[in-house]
């Protein structure tokens, strides 16, 4: 199986900074794109930010120029880093994957646990 762990989540005060990381790991042939989702309360889940095998990126309009997808290839990990928080920020952060798996080369989507990041005074 394939299992997606992430880190990072806090409280932080606005303007303040967090990195969000998360290893994927299990029969894993290849990670096709990895993602960030935030949940807030009351709200639909909604893309953050991704990235391609590629390293093509692509943000939500609301945190472009505040926050930076990057990922390590021979890791398998997708990390976020997360600059000029606002409380608006605050949800809970989910990291997915698109894989192939070894087995069958087939891919899967797969979700982490979510972190939560709190921004508040």
């Known amino acids: 199986q394939v299992q997606l762990v992430e880190s990072g989540g806090g409280l932080v005060q606005p303007g303040g900074s967090l990195r969000l990381s998360c290893a994927a790991s299990?029969?894993?042939?290849?990670?096709?794109?990895m993602d960030w989702w935030c949940q807030a309360p009351g709200k639909q889940r909604e893309l953050v930010a991704a990235?391609?095998?590629?390293?093509?990126?692509n943000y939500a309009d609301t945190v472009k120029g505040r926050f930076t997808v990057s990922r390590d290839n021979a890791k398998n990990t997708v990390y976020l880093q997360m600059n000029s928080l606002k409380p608006e920020d605050t949800a809970v952060y989910y990291c997915?994957?698109?894989?192939?798996?070894?087995?069958?080369?087939?891919?899967?989507?797969?979700w982490g646990q979510g972190t939560q990041v709190t921004v508040s005074s």
């Open positions: 997915h994957a698109d894989v192939e798996l070894l087995t069958t080369r087939l891919e899967y989507s797969y």
């Open positions: 990235i391609t095998s590629g390293g093509i990126t």
């Open positions: 299990g029969s894993i042939f290849r990670i096709n794109s």
